[in-house]
C-alpha cells in the first residue's frame, strides 16, 4: 500500500502500528478529530506526503523528524503550539505554510535556525 486516504472519518487515535506501513507513501488524515500521532509515525520512512488538516493536534511527536522523504505537510487548523527541533530534519520540505488562529512566535522557538524555510499566513493581523 503506498497511499492511505483516511479524511472525513472522525478518527480520534492512529494505531501505534501506522509505522508497519513502510512502503507507505501518502497518508490524508485530513478533517478527522485526532490529538496526538503515535511515535511509530517516524516509522513511515518512506512518507512523501503527510496531511493533518482540520484535526485537534497539540503537538508532534519528536519522531516527525524520522520523515526525511517529507515533501508535503499539512497541518492547518490544529491546536499546535512548539514545534519539535527534529523538524530540522525535514529538508526535503520545500516550504512550509503555516495557518494559524493565533500567531504566536513561540510555535518556531525550538526550530529558529529553520524559520527562514516558513511561511506564516496568520488569520489574525500580527500586531506591529
Known amino acids: 500500500m503506498t497511499v ?3 479524511e472525513n472519518n472522525q478518527i480520534t487515535t492512529l494505531p501505534s502500528n501506522i509505522g508497519c506501513l513502510h512502503q507507505l507513501a501518502v497518508l490524508l488524515l485530513d478533517n478527522n478529530q485526532l490529538t496526538e500521532l503515535p511515535d511509530s509515525i517516524g516509522d513511515l520512512i518512506e512518507l512523501e506526503q ?24 499539512n497541518f492547518e ?37 529553520f524559520i527562514f524555510r516558513f511561511f506564516i499566513k496568520p488569520f489574525k493581523r500580527i500586531p506591529a
Do not use: M
Request: proline share 6%; charged share 15%.
Open 50 to 73: 503527510l496531511t493533518l488538516d482540520n484535526n485537534q493536534l497539540n503537538e508532534f511527536p519528536d519522531s516527525i523528524g524520522q520523515l526525511t522523504n517529507l515533501s508535503v505537510l
Open 4 to 6: 492511505l486516504a483516511l
Open 77 to 113: 487548523h490544529n491546536n499546535i503550539k512548539v514545534l519539535p527541533k527534529s523538524f530540522q530534519k525535514l529538508i526535503q520540505l520545500p516550504s512550509l505554510i503555516v495557518i494559524l488562529d493565533d500567531y504566536k512566535p513561540s510555535i518556531f522557538k525550538s526550530i529558529s535556525n
